[in-house]
């Protein structure tokens, strides 16, 4: 069997129990925190913490899949190369997320801030 078909077919079976563990951790934070400040606050937070998970699993399962490619592994290159794919894909799905959640609630848009203020301190002060 192929490369693209293993990944393909036994991909998501292999990555099921991770993705789970990472959605009821999420929710759990949904719960907590919308619980405790607002169901935006909690929206919010999730959406960052899916963003910084999915980023740090590519990351890592990137390096894994260079290292497996450099040393000829192909089992370790099939699985590293899964989560790769998994992780850039709940990744663009979070983004989207993110999108539809700041256009729905423009509030938490971040305020850009125009020119740098310089702060002047004694004995400079003015």
């Excluded at 129990?17 to 919010?44: D, F, H, Q």
């Amino acid at each position: 069997m192929s490369l693209i078909a293993r990944i393909l077919v036994l991909g998501p079976a292999r990555i099921l129990p991770v993705v789970l563990l990472i959605v009821l951790v999420a929710g759990l934070i949904y719960i907590v925190m919308s619980y405790r400040t607002s169901p935006e606050r909690g929206k919010e937070i999730v959406i960052a913490f899916f963003s910084w998970t999915f980023i740090v699993l590519g990351v890592f399962f990137g390096l894994a899949c260079l290292y497996a490619l450099a040393e000829s592994n192909e089992p370790v290159l099939d699985l590293a190369l899964s989560f790769v794919i998994v992780a850039l894909v709940g990744l663009g799905i979070t983004r989207l997320c993110n999108r539809r959640f700041l256009k729905n609630h423009p509030h938490y848009i971040p305020k850009r801030t125009g020119r740098a203020k310089v702060k002047h301190r004694w004995p400079w002060e003015r």
